[in-house]
């Protein structure tokens, strides 16, 4: 049987197949919405792309504050992602054009070990991202996304107590 004798008929009314609906909400309602998906979560997996500086820089200035404020003990894990582009001849023609390079490994362990001013608070502190460890991996060769996935389950069950990843941890550092 071929999928579009199976659609549901738009002239009958009582045909009810499956549908889905699509709601856009413009960015202040999502940031305020965004949080309620966040209970019962046991590790969250905090993803930046290795060739969008931007999004490296969010996880420090959006990232993690809101997680820190939103569920403070729920461990998790830095995530480098697109390291196949790192190469690419295009992506790395749009940064230089862009004044940019891709992020390097050390930049992600940097980050997951950096110290930041938590910039929602009235009283202005410092705390360190906390992440569990930093991996890197690629959804398109899928190098390093099983690394990811078992890092993320290790996580749950066996959560390191929030201080930074040192060179010497085997399950930190040393997964790419």
């Given at each position: 049987m071929d999928l579009t004798s199976r659609a549901?008929?738009?002239?009958d009314p009582s045909d009810s197949g499956p549908t889905t609906s699509r709601l856009?909400?413009?960015?202040?309602?999502?940031n305020q919405l965004r949080p309620l998906s966040y209970p019962n979560t046991d590790v969250f997996l905090i993803?930046?792309?290795?060739?969008?500086?931007?999004?490296?820089?969010?996880v420090q200035e959006e990232?993690?504050?809101?997680l820190k404020d939103c569920m403070p003990h729920v461990p998790y894990v830095l995530i480098g992602t697109q390291i196949d582009l790192r190469d690419d001849p295009k992506t790395l023609?749009?940064?230089?054009?862009m004044k940019e390079k891709p992020l390097t490994y050390e930049h992600g362990v940097k980050l997951a070990k950096a110290v930041q001013k938590a910039p929602h608070s009235f009283v202005s502190f410092v705390f360190k991202i906390g992440a569990q460890c930093y991996l890197e991996c690629s959804a398109l060769t899928q190098k390093g996304l099983k690394a990811v996935f078992d890092e993320a389950?290790?996580?749950?069950?066996?959560?390191k107590k929030k201080k930074?990843?040192?060179?010497?941890?085997?399950?930190?550092c040393s997964v790419i």
């Open positions: 549901p008929s738009t002239s856009l909400f413009p960015q202040e309602d999502y993803c930046f792309s290795v060739v969008n500086p931007a999004s490296y820089h969010n990232w993690v504050p809101e023609a749009r940064l230089l054009y389950i290790l996580t749950i069950f066996h959560p930074k990843c040192c060179s010497g941890c085997h399950r930190c």
